[in-house]
């Protein structure tokens, strides 16, 4: 019963209810209403987090533990402003901007709307979750799927959230913002037309989805739930990024990272797998990427490309919209454009 | 993930970004300062998102089931969360039960095979010390760009005065003296990296120790500008509690 009152909403192919992790299943199945159910989670967890800084906080002395904490920590409450004021800016534009708006901007010719919507998600902040959907959105109101693809990629990756981030994570290097916002910007750009050269209608699967309906309160109330969703989702992810940066700053010895480090292209090509794997929210992977210290600001330059644009939330975000054939194409297509240009742009601001 | 789980963890986080910015210090252990008003926002607008979902449930669900949230006509409802949003839990999990402090010699010890690069001097550059008959308060990364410009041949006075460093206290494996630490912030602990200078002619207080040293620049014996090291002659040395902000 508990499983049918969580799952609202009609579509059943509903994005939101993509779970990619495993997490334990903490609430015990009973037949409690969610809102009961719920209420006494928190009341256990407030009570847990009193009683352990009580008896356990005073303790604990393990200096690994409390660093590997500390970092973890420390990464989460710098992120969270950035992320919270990201997914406000981006729920509210999803909410309040209707999509007519994007059609009446975008040049006609498919060739030349790659450019102006890349340069638009330069303007507009969109969490990258978010993006997904408002590209599946532009292109079931008639906009060219290769300039959607291109929105999707750089909305995320260079609106002026994720840029002001990016500047206060590397205070000491200005050059780091001018890169990302280049390389993402010539990724997102290139990724676009090469879909409209090489790209095949089949591929892709252009999805229908009412977006929010009309009316002050919907539209107050779909901001709401929007903000709540984009911060729940991407919110977990940074979690999932800050142990593993908080992992990799405590245990991996540092000559190890160091001999890493040292190999250029190596260095790069590690980075960005990471995040690949890490699936930060590109409001907050500045500042894992500025607590990467042993790495080039090349191979930094990287992470910081390529993680907007393919994390593994992203792949299953994307095969979930757009289908599987089209992931399988636009995914590797992406991370190949990414590593290039940020080694070539990386290599020009040194 | 429920809706009201959903809005209950909101608040919940919230309340610990609260509890660390407003109800004690303890945000100086991660962040910078400046980074206050920041964070104060944000858990107001988190603690309030949680709320405003609350009372909305609260209003629509008496007598009927959580679904009857529908009633208000937009038809699609996105009330069921991803299940990775219970890892947000850990972070504040983390804040009560472990209470991290703030960073110290474990991170200190793990950066040693390279000596942080020399910070950058202010824009105008360093004003010429003066000798005032008074040791002038120096932060370690002052004393150490100072120590760096001496050594590359650019005088500012460090050699003509008496300093007071403040650092926590760390062993050398090998060589003389000991460490006088303190780590930079240069955003979040995540960041940081250690500075240290060495410190000769004091008994060295156990490792981790708080302390205020009172000495002067002792140059290299030998000229090595790139190896990072920084000695100071100690004179004198006083013990002191761990400062608020434990970060330069």
Same mark, same amino acid.
């Given at each position: ?65 409390e660093?590997?904490?500390? =970092? ?8 969270? %402003? ?5 997914v ?22 498919s060739?030349?709307?790659? %450019? ?34 291109t ?55 252009? %999805? ?87 790495f ?8 910081? =490309? ?13 095969a ?27 290599? =020009?601001?040194? | ?7 209950l ?11 660390? &910015? ?5 945000y ?43 009633g ?56 010429r ?7 002038i ?12 410009e ?58 981790? &120790? ?39």
């Amino acid at each position: 019963m508990a499983a049918m009152t969580d799952r609202s909403g009609l579509n059943t192919a509903d994005p939101y209810d993509e779970e990619l992790l495993p997490p334990p299943e903490w609430a015990p199945g009973t037949t409690m209403s969610p809102g009961t159910r719920a209420l006494w989670a928190f009341v256990a967890l407030a009570a847990a987090m009193a009683a352990g800084r009580i008896w356990v906080a005073p303790r604990i002395e393990a200096a690994a533990l409390e660093t590997w904490t500390t =970092v973890f920590v420390a990464i989460c409450v710098q992120a969270l %402003p950035f992320l919270v004021f990201g997914v406000m800016l981006s729920a509210a534009i999803t909410a309040f901007v209707p999509p007519a708006v994007w059609r009446r901007v975008l040049p006609r010719r498919s060739g030349a709307a790659v %450019p102006v919507a890349g340069v638009m998600g330069a303007v507009l902040p969109g969490c990258e979750c978010a993006s997904v959907p408002v590209a599946g959105g532009l292109m079931a109101r008639g906009v060219a799927p290769a300039a959607a693809l291109t929105f999707l990629l750089a909305a995320p990756a260079i609106n002026p959230v994720v840029l002001v981030a990016t500047a206060v994570a590397f205070p000491d290097s200005p050059q780091m913002v001018l890169g990302r916002f280049a390389a993402s910007l010539i990724v997102a750009v290139l990724a676009g037309w090469a879909w409209l050269l090489l790209g095949r209608g089949e591929w892709l699967r252009v %999805p229908s989805r009412p977006l929010a309906a009309a009316g002050a309160a919907a539209r107050w109330e779909s901001f709401r739930q929007a903000m709540r969703h984009d911060l729940m989702h991407a919110g977990g992810f940074l979690v999932v990024g800050g142990m593993a940066a908080a992992t990799i700053n405590v245990v991996v010895p540092a000559s190890w990272v160091d001999g890493l480090a040292g190999v250029p292209v190596v260095s790069v090509l590690t980075l960005a797998l990471l995040a690949v794997l890490m699936s930060i929210c590109s409001e907050a992977d500045a500042f894992v990427a500025a607590s990467l210290t042993q790495f080039s600001p090349t191979a930094k330059l990287a992470f910081l =490309v390529v993680g907007p644009m393919v994390d593994l939330k992203l792949i299953a975000l994307q095969a979930g919209f757009f289908g599987r054939r089209f992931a399988l194409r636009f995914v590797p297509l992406t991370f190949t454009l990414a590593v290039t240009v940020s080694l070539v742009v990386g290599g =020009v601001l040194q | 993930m429920s809706r009201p789980a959903q809005n209950l963890l909101l608040i919940t986080l919230g309340a610990a970004v609260l509890w660390i &910015t407003l109800a004690t210090d303890e945000y100086l252990n991660y962040v910078k300062p400046g980074f206050r008003p920041l964070l104060v926002a944000a858990a107001v607008a988190m603690a309030a998102l949680g709320a405003a979902g609350l009372r909305r449930d609260w209003h629509d669900s008496p007598g009927a089931s959580p679904d009857g949230a529908h009633g208000h006509g937009h038809g699609h409802d996105h009330g069921h969360g991803p299940r990775v949003a219970w890892l947000l839990c850990l972070p504040a999990l983390a804040i009560f039960v472990i209470a991290p402090p703030a960073l110290g010699s474990f991170t200190a010890a793990r950066g040693t095979d390279r000596p942080a690069a020399p910070p950058s001097p202010p824009a105008e550059g360093y004003r010429r010390l003066v000798p005032t008959g008074e040791p002038i308060d120096m932060t370690l990364g002052e004393f150490i760009g100072r120590s760096f410009e001496t050594q590359t041949g650019m005088p500012n006075g460090l050699t003509d005065v008496q300093v007071r460093l403040t650092g926590f206290v760390r062993s050398r494996k090998e060589g003389d003296g000991w460490y006088l630490t303190r780590l930079k912030m240069t955003c979040c602990a995540g960041d940081a990296v250690p500075f240290q200078v060495i410190v000769h002619g004091l008994d060295k207080p156990a490792d981790g &120790t708080w302390v205020q040293v009172v000495g002067v620049y002792r140059p290299p014996k030998t000229r090595r500008p790139a190896t990072g090291m920084h000695d100071l002659y100690g004179q004198s040395l006083r013990r002191i509690k761990k400062p608020k902000n434990a970060y330069e």
